[in-house]
């Protein structure tokens, strides 16, 4: 703990009256180092007895308006502070729009948001709160910089990664073999391969036909037909990570050329709210790889260094049903540096 | 992990049946003309293992291929489908879908397997198939996430 080292603790404000939201993130954040202090009332911001403030984690069940206002009230209370946003009523639109819309990095659902029933009374009291360990690493990460860590901060400890490079449509074929036998020799099948493979293509395929640059920063593979084969030069290498706790699978794709931007995600994932359309005609991009790794995954992070790398990570939970991973929803964590 | 096409004709119908894997390698061409001149076409996609977001392309290329002229049904899909098919509705441009193999699981006895039901809404409040301990098994899964709403 920081005051063992003689350092003054750093704090994260949560807006919250829903009781295990305030106990979730208390034990998550307060594991990630932080001194946590919550209230019910936005109007609070900033907390006076809080110093250091890293994070703010608002519960959107609370927003008695629109989540837009108190998404805006936490900002003006922390100008400038990563902002972390929950919900469980509605949770996987109302969190879509914190992203897209309100600009909000981190979206988290909370357990149990998803088994609600449809146009019923919403009842906090089914909803468990954020999963901690998805908050935990997402607090890590703000903590300690947004570093292309790989698949690490999201299994547990000592767990082994693999890691393949990438250059051509022939290395992404057979990277994805070796990811579907790793798979099956942990007796993941059915359901459970079919997300994992699904997410970790379509991040090899943006990362092969949509990332790469040319000099003067226009899109290189972009217009092509994906049934032609592409060739990365040895410095252009695509970088993929995977790896399992047994709970928690992980698999991460970094490429060289940090061309994704926040508006693209946004623009994909909003049509996840705005209802998909069909796929895109013409020999390009079919525009549905982002929307459809969202759809198996259960977090899902982006991390940007404009021109120079973009690191995008599905973790997905296999540890026990094939409903209980989707009940989980997806979080949805964008980190850019410099 | 290559798509797999199985045709079988007789009597002006054909019935196509694809496992594996389908994306954008899927050779729609190829299959379209087995279907020759039939004037009915059953394609089942029970077996497709998975389909990526090119793939979703090559489906619809293929329905429509398989449907200019003919009287097309969608026999079964698999669970790849099923999800991308109640996220988009019109991804098989109206053709009729008449069951969806999906996973189950038991929750007396925890096992785990596949079967056909109806694709349609509610197909699970009447339909929900047995397990061998006796029990009726449930979607290992969302609802909404593989059937249509």
Redesign the interface.
Known sequence: MSEWSGRKPQGAAVVSRHGPTCRRAAQSLGAAGLHVRSTALPSELPLPDLADVVAVLVDLDVAIGSASALVDEARAGYPGVPLLCTAGIDARLRLLDAFCVARVDHVLPKRGALTLPRGGMPVLGSLEGPDEHDLFAAVRRLIEGPDSPGVAPYLLSGAPVHAVQIRSTTDKDAALDQIVRFAESMDLGGEKLRRLELAAEELMMNALYDAPRTEDGSARHAHLDRRLPVLLAPSESITLRFGCDGQTVAVAVCDPFGALDRLAVADRLGRVKDGLPRPQPGLGGVGLGLVMTYSVANQLVFCVSPGRSTEVTAVLHVGGSNRAAQERGTAVHYYEQP | ?MISVDVRAANGICEIYLSGKI???LDVAAIASQAGQATKVRLSLAQV??????G??SV?SLVEALGRGRDLVLSDIS??LA??MA??P??CGGVAVEAARL?F?CPACSA?A?HMVPWKANALATLSPKCTCGAVM?????A??YLPS
Do not use: C, F, H
């Open positions: 992990m994306d954008e390698k293992r998975s389909i990526s977001s090119m979703l392309r619809e669970p790849a999800t991308q996220v988009i019109n991804l996973p699981v785990e596949s449930e979607l290992d899964g969302l909404e996430q």
